[in-house]
């Protein structure tokens, strides 16, 4: 038999003194389903030690968006948008190229985030988009292709300086 914990307890007084009761409302009898209810607390846990000010904070401030947005409040109002300016390349000429080899040089210097999220029912995937093949020769997946490309890089802007080119 599993025991209630203090900080289970501490979290679900937090969880309904804010409002959460909702997340009870069909809780399973003292002694049944203990191993989903410790898997809860254990999310719960981990999400309250994670988002800055806890579960509390992140509470409130869903609360203040979701009341400014029914209001109608733009976060944005007072912003004005803009369109930076750029460069346009033509391939393999020689702006080109010396923006590549910057590119490449500074890849060191850069972190790579992949935003990835959803089902690709849309696409007529069942699985997860990244899982999507990219090609059909060899069936390689868009995150695989995707490591191979930033390892790729990473290699090729090791030990490169701007405007040298990689040490041996």
């Known amino acids: 038999m599993n025991c209630v914990g203090w900080w289970q307890v501490e979290l679900a007084k937090m969880l309904v003194e804010n409002g959460q009761t909702h997340l009870f409302q069909h809780w399973a009898e003292p002694g049944t389903h203990d191993p989903q209810k410790q898997s809860f607390f254990h999310q719960v846990e981990r999400l309250n ?6 579960l509390e904070s992140y509470i409130k401030t869903a609360r203040e968006l979701l009341a ?3 209001e109608g ?3 944005f ?4 948008p803009s369109v930076p300016t750029g460069e346009n390349l033509t391939f393999a000429d020689e702006n080109f190229i010396k923006f590549e080899e910057t590119g490449v040089t500074e ?3 850069a972190a790579f985030v ?3 999220g959803g089902l690709g029912e849309r696409l007529g995937y069942n699985g997860i ?3 999507l093949p990219v090609e059909t020769t060899t069936g390689t997946c868009f995150l695989q292709q995707y490591i191979e ?5 990473q290699e090729a802007s090791h030990g490169r300086t701007q405007g040298l080119s990689p040490k041996s």
């Open 107 to 109: 890849a060191q210097n």
């Open 149 to 153: 490309s930033v390892l790729a890089l």
């Open 73 to 75: 409040k733009n976060p």
């Open 68 to 70: 400014d947005s029914k």
């Open 129 to 131: 988009k990244v899982a």
């Open 114 to 116: 992949l935003v990835a």
């Open 77 to 80: 109002d007072g912003f004005t």
């Open 49 to 54: 030690s994670s988002y800055p000010g806890g």
